[in-house]
């Protein structure tokens, strides 16, 4: 079980959370994502890695509260668990030095694109 240390609403349906996973924040690289479950039933959804902080031992998510699972993982608070948190998974992005290179997106895409972009 994954403690939520921070939750910050963004807006009506989209949520930040900072959510203790040490052995993750470690090994991800940008474009990597993870598994969450919310509760022993609870469906698997995946989600992108926006953000992780080795010293804490925590990774970030931005989570569009949708479905039932969503809505599930955006009703806990600080101080909740999450059932499991499995990653990072995927292949990271390719990152390669352009020079100078400009990044867009749009909605809750964006939240992704920061470690990309540090990258």
């Keep these: 079980m994954n403690k939520i240390v921070r939750k910050e ?4 349906k ?19 994502f993870v598994i969450v479950r919310v ?15 080795i010293k804490r031992g925590t990774i970030t998510l931005v989570v569009q509260k949708v479905g039932l699972s ?9 101080g ?7 990653g990072p998974l995927g ?3 390719y990152i ?10 749009g909605g809750v895409g964006v939240a992704p694109m920061l470690p990309i972009i540090r990258a």
Excluded: H, W
């Design 70 to 78: 969503s809505r599930k993982l955006c009703d806990l608070n600080v």
């Design 96 to 105: 390669e030095n352009f020079g100078t290179v400009v990044c867009a997106g």
């Design 80 to 86: 909740d668990y999450v059932t499991d948190v499995v």
């Design 9 to 12: 609403q963004f807006s009506e």
């Design 14 to 32: 989209v949520f930040l959370f900072e959510i203790e996973a040490p052995l993750i924040a470690k090994s991800r690289k940008a474009g990597n």
């Design 39 to 53: 509760g022993k039933k609870g469906e698997r959804m995946p989600l992108t890695i926006a953000d992780a902080d």
């Design 91 to 93: 292949n990271p992005t």
